[in-house]
Structures are given as C-alpha cells and as structure tokens.
C-alpha cells in the first residue's frame, strides 16, 4: 500500500502559528525545536488534547489559531515517540467530533492521506485512533470516499486490521459502508471479498460490530442485483449469510438493529436475491417493518421502517395484501400526518415533515395495485386533505411524496370520479405540471395521465386549462420518462375525443415543430416511438378518420412509411399496421392507402409475416380495405386479387393461431361473391 503525503512547509506553518509573544505556552512548545523539542512536544500536544475534547468552542478556535497543520505534521512524524504521535491523532479525533465546518477544514487540510499512512505503523493504538478518527470523517456526506478506493492496496490493509480488535472492527465496518455509495465502488468491495469478511462480525455479540456490520452489507446490497445475490449465496461456516441476519431480527434484539437487518433484507429482496415468498421477507422483514411503525417507537425509527416497508412491498402485489392487513398498519400511517400538540425539541418540525413523507410513501406503495386497499386508504379520515395539502407544501420532498401517493390511488376508476372530483384534485395537479423539479413533474405528469382518461370528470377541466399544450410541451423534453408521459397523455386525450380535441392536438404539435411528430417516432425511447403511434391510433378512429387525414394525411402516411421501415420491433410495427387499419376504416382515406404502392407490399409482405400479432393487423387492413358494403369496394378488391391477396389468405386459412384464423376467414369472406 502506498500513499502520497504533501507536507506543509516551515513558510506555510510559521505563517499560520499565532505570535509566540501572545500565545500559551503549549502553543509556543507545540512548535518547540532542538534538543529539548520532545521533551516540550509531550506535554503541548497533551494539554491541546486535554483542552478540545468535549467543546466545541475550543476545536474551533485552535482551527482559529492554525494548530491542524502542526498536528497533522506530528502525526506523520516517524522519528517522534508513539505517546505524541497518539495525542496528536486523538486530537484529530476530537477535532472531527465538532461542527461539521470543523471537519470540512480538517479534510481540507489533506489529513485523509496522513490517516491513511498511519495504518501502516507498527503502534496498534495510533492504527485504532487513526482508524476511529477515519470513521467519523466518513460518516459526513461530503467526504471524499474516492481516497480509500484511490489508494493501491488500502481496502485489503483495511480487512487485515479488522481482524485484530473488536474496536477495528467495528472501525473498518463502519468506514466501508460509509464509503460504498456508487455501483462501481459496490463492485469494488465485493472484488475484494468484503462479504465474506463480515460474515464472522454478525456471529459475535457486540452490537458495536453488529450494526455496522450489517449496515454495510445493506450499502452494498442497494440496487446491485450481482452483489445481492453473492451476499444471500455466500456461506460462513456452513451458514448462509442470509440466515446469519435472521438471528439478529429477533422481537428481544436491539430496536436499531432489528430496522437495520430488516431493510437489507429488503434490499436483497428488491435486487431479486430474495423471493418475495422467501420467509426471511414475507415472515420476518415485513411484519418486523409494520410492527416498527407503532407510534410506542420514537420518530426515527418510525420514519426509516415506513420508508424501507414502501420500498419493501412497492412492486408485489401480495407483500402490498399482506402489509396492509398487518397490524392496523394503515391507521398507524395515518397517525403520522397528525401534527404534534407540544414541541419537546427543536428537531421536531423536520421530523414531523419526515414522518408525512415517509407516510405518503407508504401509502404509495400500498395502493399501487389493490382497489380494495385504496378504498381502505381514502377513506382513511381527512386523509385526501393531508394529499392535496401536501401538492402545495413548500417542501419539494413532501410535494414529491404526495403526488406519489396521489399517483396511486389515481389508478383507481372509482375514486377518479367520486373522491378526486370531490377535492378537485386536478388544480394542484396543473400547477405541478410547470414544476422546476423533475421529479416532481415526472410523477405529476404520470399521475395525470390517469386524470385526463374518458371516463374522468376532470378532463374537461383540465382541457379548459390548457392541457393539450403542456402535454405538447413535454413531448419537446430532454428526459425521456417526462416525453413518455407528455405522449401518453395526449394518446388518453384524444381516445373517443371529439373532432375539435383531435385537431387542436395535431395543431399543437405542429406548433412546437412542423417535424415534431417524426422526431416522436424517431426517439431512441421505445415507449414514446409506441405511445405516438397509439396517439395516431386514437386520433384516426371513426368518425373522425376521413376529416384528419384530409387535414394531415400525407403527414401520416410519411410517418407509417417510416416507422415500418424503420429497425423497430413487433410491437411497434404492430402499431403502425393497425394505425393503417383505422386509415382503410375511412371512407375517403383508404384511398391514400390505395394509392400507395408501396404501402401496399408492405401491407401484403405482413401478410407472411413469421409473428402472428403482424400478420392478424395486416390482415386487418386488407379486411378494411376489402369491405364490400362500402363503395369502390369492387374496384379496391380488384386491385388486391392482381398482388395475389386472396390467394395468400387462402394458404394462412390453415393456421393454428385462433386470432389469426377469425381475422383471416372475415377477409376472405369480403372476396367472396354476394
């Protein structure tokens, strides 16, 4: 392992020592040279010691006074005796102890390094006060991690020194997962066999070691589905890892450790190293989460359980059936939203705005999918006021829990015409929809997408304030998910719409760009390429079909042409054929089909088409095309018989595939004589 130390110079440190004229003694001895300069150093560096543990006034004036640089040169000292050069890091220590300022200047001064070299002393108190002091600087959010993984040789020097005390290890723990914080460093402490070094640490029975123990193997198991399965498959002794956290969530443990093992299970669950049917989830994280929720636990522990229970059940729907029947668990959350009468501490304001976040969250989570549930969590006392409350609150992580929430129970059909009509739920919801937050916006544009469905009474509303032309506007957006949602938006617009709608939508568009339709179908994202073609469907649905083409059919038909050819897959070419089938259920439109060549092999190309989905829509065309109640038919009909088409539908009549059979016996019998 090696490390690069950059000293302060005799300039740079007589510059910043206070005049000796005017300075204490041990100031003055803390500088001492020559032949005594031991002999001065012991006694100075201990009395500084002596001084600024415990106040935080005294760190910060010897901060004031320019001492960092004479400790960290201390510390680095070799020559010196091990009893200075341990005062001097116990110095550090309490240094970092004090205001985060106070740590700021302390890593300023480039001690991480000096700390770092430290371990490779020969003193194995100087190596567990470096290693404490070390642990603090990193449990602040602005340290830089990078330094440990910077460092050749320093993770596995790390591992070593844990072995040698409780105290290191409970140290080098606590320092990783303080430092594990991006993918790539995830990746790098799993490389260097972490895991299976804190196997041995959740055995013993020290909560000093437990707890961070397990807290780092929950930063290493957030999101990363590779090192979550290496951690639920390690073994120790036989042992799964896995099994090891189980004995420590006990209802007789430790409060904090009983949260802490139960969200990396919960992680392991979410990064699918854990089934959601495994009993370590549905058996002992779920309930142990719910039952930590109880109002008899302080505020915390109350926020981070239902905060890891929303994340926990989020995306199954039988962990959301079961939460929700456990423990009266909605009423509990309810009881979160409710104001405190007396303020015992100053704190209590940013906790009361934690518990409705982390409130809204699990209610989010609940209602995702479940109507029943969502029935049960509206009509949870003046909970809906809490919600819309909640859209205004100037707390953007408030607003954004809310409008989570609201995007939930928004899947619901009934309470889209009773309860959000009742509350007017759409007025906040606009206003959101001109956010500087992204996230926000992105929920709240999701949530809309479900608001301005046929069947919701705030559609009008929301048309009449200018909905069609935000929605446009999100379409122009350099996040894809908020293009998606601007897209799908306007699809839900225009399904069953009248004349007006449709066109002021396709006039819209054009507006931000004559182009803006083939950009859509252009876009890298899938999704918007397929919610621009079902807008298309929509807008080009009977009766309006004929009126729209005549305005912009050549628009369309250059757009079919060009998703058809385009490298997209079935899906996406499935919805440009059955876009032609609505354009042949026209009147007069059909005959742009018609007169399009090329549109036409295309058409009879799909008809042999190795995917039945592509096949069934092509034949839907040609059905439309052939119909024989309309007029023209006999000439439209000839037109096909001369590219063989009825010969081809005769050869798919065989097929296996029952929605293929139908659609094809229904066009066969449109060439069939009268």
């Known amino acids: 392992m090696s490390v690069d130390i950059i000293m302060s110079s005799q300039e740079d440190l007589h510059s910043t020592r206070l005049s000796f004229d005017e300075a204490p003694w041990y100031i003055t001895d803390l500088y001492a040279t020559g032949s005594d300069k031991v002999a001065k150093l012991g006694p100075a560096i201990s009395k500084l010691k002596n001084m600024i543990i415990g106040s935080n006034r005294q760190k910060s004036q010897a901060l004031r006074q320019g001492m960092l640089p004479q400790v960290l040169n201390l510390l680095g000292d070799v020559s010196l005796p091990s009893s200075i050069r341990q005062d001097a890091c116990i110095s550090l220590g309490s240094l970092v102890k004090g205001t985060p300022d106070n740590v700021q200047t302390v890593v300023s001064a480039n001690s991480i390094p ?5 371990l490779e002393s020969a003193d194995e108190k100087l190596i567990s006060y470096s290693l404490s002091c070390l642990t603090t600087i990193f449990s602040h959010e602005f340290a830089p991690t990078e330094a440990l993984f910077a460092t050749p040789g320093l993770i596995p020097h790390l591992l070593v020194l844990m072995n040698e005390s409780i105290g290191n290890q409970a140290s080098v723990a606590t320092i990783l997962s303080n430092s594990c914080k991006t993918r790539e460093q995830q990746e790098t402490l799993c490389q260097q066999d972490v895991v299976i070094h804190l196997a041995p640490l959740l055995c013993l029975s020290s909560l000093k070691v437990q707890m961070p123990a397990v807290n780092c193997l929950t930063a290493l198991a957030h999101k990363n589905e590779r090192v979550s399965n290496i951690i639920a498959t390690t073994r120790y002794k036989d042992t799964l890892i ?48 719910v039952r930590l929720c109880g109002k008899e636990h302080d505020q915390q522990i109350r926020i981070t359980a239902a905060e890891t229970l929303a994340y926990l059940i989020e995306v ?4 959301q059936g079961i939460a929700a029947i456990s423990n009266h ?18 704190l209590n304001k940013s906790f009361s705005v934690n518990m409705i976040q982390a409130a809204f969250w699990a209610f989010a989570s609940l209602g995702a999918n479940d109507e029943n549930i969502r029935k049960r969590i509206i009509e949870t006392d003046n909970l809906m006021d809490r919600v819309v409350a909640g859209l205004d609150d100037s707390n953007e992580m408030v607003a954004l829990a809310a409008v989570r929430c609201l995007h939930s129970l928004s899947r619901s059909v009934h309470q889209l015409r009773t309860t959000f009509k009742d509350h007017s739920v759409w007025k906040p919801l606009m206003k959101l929809l001109q956010h500087g937050n992204q996230e926000i916006l992105n929920v709240a544009s999701s949530t809309v997408c479900n608001l301005i469905l046929e069947f919701s009474p705030a559609k009008e509303h929301m048309l009449n304030e200018g909905a069609v032309e935000k929605f446009c506007k999100l379409t122009q957006h350099s996040d894809s998910r908020l293009r998606i949602n601007g897209i799908w938006a306007l699809m839900n617009v225009a399904f069953q ?63 079919t042409i060009l998703t058809l050819e385009g490298d997209h897959g079935p899906d996406v070419k499935e919805q440009a054929l059955c876009m032609l089938a609505n354009i042949a259920d026209g009147s007069t439109a059909k005959e742009l089909i018609m007169m399009n060549e ?3 092999k295309k058409i009879t190309n799909y008809l042999l088409h190795a995917n039945p989905k592509l096949q069934v829509a092509a034949v839907l065309c040609i059905s439309n095309l052939a119909w024989k109640e309309e007029d023209g038919s006999a000439e439209r009909q000839s037109k096909l018989r001369e590219m063989q088409v009825p010969k081809i539908l005769h050869q798919l009549i065989t097929t ?4 293929l059979f139908d659609r094809v016996k229904t066009a066969l019998n449109q060439f069939a004589p009268n």
């Open 497 to 559: 719409a009248d004349e007006i709608v449709k066109t002021q939508i396709l006039k819209s568009l054009r507006e931000i760009g004559t182009d803006q339709v083939f950009r859509l179908l252009s876009d890298s994202e899938v999704m918007v390429v397929m919610k621009t073609l079902g807008l298309l469907r929509n807008l080009l649905s009977a009766p309006h079909i004929d009126h729209i083409m005549d305005l912009y059919g050549t628009e369309i038909m250059q757009a």
């Open 656 to 659: 296996s595939d029952q929605a």
């Open 242 to 289: 896995s099994d090891l956290l189980l004995c420590l969530i006990g209802r007789d443990g430790p409060i904090k450790l009983q949260l802490n093992v139960a969200r990396c299970i919960a992680y392991l669950h979410r990064s699918n190293a854990l089934s959601s049917t495994d009993p370590k989830v549905v058996m002992k994280a779920l309930p142990c989460l």
């Open 114 to 118: 000096k700390l770092i070299a430290v």
């Open 598 to 600: 090329d549109v036409l």
């Open 316 to 319: 199954d729907k039988e962990l």
């Open 329 to 346: 668990l909605i009423p509990t959350l309810a009881d979160y939203l409710k104001t405190p009468t007396v303020v015992y501490k100053p």
